[in-house]
């Protein structure tokens, strides 16, 4: 079956540090690929997607790029800042998703001044 | 309106009490999920809802009853749970449902469930 493996954290970063959280997959056909985000105390919030292989998402300065070759899409961003302390998920959907989305455990990143 | 709406936000109960969870949406979604999430854990699909027709049931307990009333409602019927039934719960909504479903949904903030 499908499944995403990602590092778990807790990820600690100062300010203005440079993000990096691997995320790898094994899926059959062709998946979609999805960051979300979870702050305290809230929901998921879908962060970015990518569709097909090179593709990149990217928002709110963090982006990932589709890697069919490596089966990776790991999330990156340039300058962390402390707002940007949460869980993030890396998921996946494949076969028109009618089982719905297949989540990584999640990387709790804490973000110090 | 791109919200999904979930209510309470929090609820302590009884094992021998009957409670209900619910969750709105006004985006015209015709998919609704419920899923349920342990502290540190991702989230463990519980139900989904697909055009108003339960279309996965994951093997979740009978104590949990799911109802769809119409394409904007979803319940979750909570009875005789246990402690460990204790978690956040969160609904969740997509555009299409089953075969055509992108993967983009929707979340509440979830209704903190706290069993005694």
């Known amino acids: 079956g499908d499944s995403v493996t990602q590092m778990e954290g807790p990820v600690t970063l100062s300010e203005e540090a440079f993000l990096t959280i691997n995320c790898t997959y094994t899926?059959?056909?062709?998946?979609?690929l999805f960051w979300y985000v979870q702050y305290p105390g809230e929901g998921l919030q879908l962060l970015l997607k990518a569709t097909k292989a090179d593709d990149k998402g990217s928002n709110k300065g963090f982006e990932a790029t589709y890697r069919k070759e490596t089966t990776s899409f790991h999330l990156e961003k340039g300058s962390v800042q402390v707002s940007d302390s949460a869980v993030y998920f890396c998921?996946?959907?494949?076969?028109?998703?009618?089982?719905?989305?297949?989540f990584g455990k999640g990387t709790h990143l804490i973000i110090q001044p | 309106d791109t919200e999904v709406t979930q209510t309470p936000k929090h609820l302590v109960m009884g094992m021998t009490n009957k409670k209900s969870l619910k969750c709105e949406q006004h985006m015209g979604h015709r998919a609704m999920y419920w899923y349920k999430q342990k502290a540190k854990k991702p989230p463990e699909l519980m139900f989904v809802?697909?055009?108003?027709?339960?279309?996965i049931n994951e093997s979740v307990p009978s104590r949990f009853s799911p109802e769809c009333p119409n394409s904007s409602l979803l319940n979750l019927h909570l009875h005789a749970l246990q402690p460990e039934d204790s978690a956040l719960y969160l609904c969740?909504?997509?555009?299409?449902?089953?075969?055509?479903?992108?993967?983009?949904?929707?979340f509440g903030e979830g209704s903190r469930l706290t069993v005694l």
């Open positions: 969740a909504s997509s555009q299409y449902g089953g075969g055509s479903n992108t993967g983009e949904l929707f």
């Open positions: 998921a996946l959907v494949s076969g028109g998703g009618a089982d719905g989305l297949t």
């Open positions: 809802y697909s055009y108003e027709k339960l279309s």
């Open positions: 899926a059959t056909g062709y998946p979609s």
